[in-house]
């Protein structure tokens, strides 16, 4: 599995982020990715919403922003034990 992709911010610049997890909200129909930039020091990890065509859109919904939150402590804390 390729744990890498490219984003494309409104500029065109392009920056390669690691892909952290990917999750489904069956609950709200959605899909989720986080990723974060393997250069940043500061580890910081983003949410976004894909469709099936793999269109991306960052995460503002505050209800939205929870649960991803949650999904990543879960996922953190299962993988730090």
């Known amino acids: 599995m390729d744990n890498r992709i490219i984003l494309t911010d409104e500029t065109g ?8 997890l990917t999750f489904d909200d069956e609950e709200h ?3 989720y990715v986080l990723v974060k930039d393997p250069s940043d020091e500061a580890d910081d990890v983003f949410a976004f919403s894909y469709d099936e065509d793999g269109n991306l859109e960052p995460v503002t919904d505050p209800d939205e922003f929870e649960i991803c939150e ?3 402590g879960a996922f953190e804390e299962e993988t730090n034990g």
């Open 13 to 20: 610049q392009e920056t390669e982020m690691e892909i952290v």
């Open 29 to 31: 129909n959605r899909k």
């Open 70 to 72: 949650e999904v990543l």
